[in-house]
Structure formats: C-alpha cells, structure tokens
C-alpha cells in the first residue's frame, strides 16, 4: 500500500522557516518523481516544488526561499522554506508523480503570521 505522510507544518512569523517532511512507504522512492503542492485558503491547488533524481524545479514565488531535496535511504522528502511570507500560508501536500499525481498525502498546515 502506497503511504504518503506529510509533517512539520505550523504556526511561523513572516521572515520565519519550517522544514517539512514527507515519509513515503509502499514503492520505490529512489526512483519516483516527487512533488509538493499546496492550497491556500479559498484557492486552487498550486504547484510548488518537484525533485526527480539530482535535478529540481520550483515555482517563480518560492525561486531562493524554497529547497526541495530527498533522503532516498530513508524515504523521506524535504522542503525546506526560508523567509516565509503570508501568502505562502496553505496545506501543503506532497504526491508521486510529475502530473497527474497518483498518490498523495494527507496534507499539513503551514500558517505564516504575526
């Protein structure tokens, strides 16, 4: 059974930093295209972050804030985020795939203010 299971979001103040981590079970990792999407309130999902092998893609508005990586060892994705601003508030979720996404987690909440 394929898991996805989402931690380390929280409650930061703007300029903050949270790491998050997604722990994957039930496939082979080392080889899977991983993603981070995110929601925030009363809008879409949005695509933030992706990792396939050594190369990584981001969205322009998280572009030197943002770091994804992965212990494949562990099967656990990373995203750090750096400077946090109010409008990176949202759930974030990380799924398999590079779109469509076939599995995802449950999501975590990452809630930036003062």
């Known amino acids: 059974e394929v898991q996805l299971v989402e931690s380390g979001g929280g409650l930061v103040q703007p300029g903050g930093s949270l790491r998050l981590s997604c722990a994957a079970s039930g496939f082979t990792f080392s080889n899977s295209y991983m993603t981070w999407v995110r929601q925030a309130p009363g809008k879409g999902l949005e695509w933030v972050s992706n990792i396939v092998g050594s190369n990584t893609y981001y969205v322009d508005s998280v572009k030197g804030r943002f770091t994804i990586s992965r212990d494949n060892a562990k099967n656990t994705l990373f995203l750090q985020m750096n400077s946090l601003k109010s409008e990176d508030t949202a759930v974030y979720y990380c799924?398999?795939?590079?779109?469509?996404?076939?599995?995802w987690g449950q999501g975590t909440q990452v809630t930036v203010s003062s």
């Open positions: 799924a398999r795939g590079a779109g469509p996404y076939d599995y």
